[in-house]
């Protein structure tokens, strides 16, 4: 069974810094889609940033671009995600996801596809206090 586990979450001050880590239990073929997507209390989950495990394309929402950065580390099976200059509206539960189809590139047409990311962590709680 493929195991998405978030860690790295927790509270913050606006304007500070946190580093979410991904473990996966993925195959180590680097090829696949990895994601991470929010959401919010009240609101829809959000695609915030992703990255093909076999390149270097990413791709973030405009609420983060210049703020998080997304980055992998295909022998240890993780993603990460490094969220710096913080807001109180980046306040969400985040989830790490992955692409269930093998050597699919991710989709660059200006958004991410939540339903093209078949498998998907528990989440882990960001809160940034003003």
């Known amino acids: 069974q493929v195991q998405l586990v978030e860690s790295g979450g927790g509270s913050v001050q606006a304007g500070g810094s946190l580093r979410l880590s991904c473990k996966t239990s993925?195959?180590?073929?680097?090829?696949?889609?990895m994601g991470w997507f929010r959401q919010a209390p009240g609101k829809e989950r959000e695609g915030v940033a992703q990255?093909?495990?076999?390149?270097?394309?990413?791709y973030y929402a405009d609420s983060v671009k210049g703020r998080f950065t997304i980055s992998q580390d295909n022998s240890k099976r993780m993603v990460f995600l490094q969220m710096d200059n913080l807001k109180p509206e980046d306040t969400a539960i985040y989830y790490c996801?992955?692409?269930?189809?093998?050597?699919?590139?991710?989709?660059?047409?200006?958004?991410?596809?939540?339903?093209?990311?078949?498998?998907w962590g528990q989440g882990i709680q960001v809160t940034v206090s003003s």
């Open positions: 993925l195959d180590n073929d680097g090829l696949r889609c």
């Open positions: 990255i093909y495990t076999g390149g270097s394309n990413t």
């Open positions: 996801a992955a692409d269930s189809v093998l050597f699919r590139q991710c989709y660059w047409g200006g958004e991410m596809l939540s339903r093209f990311f078949g498998h």
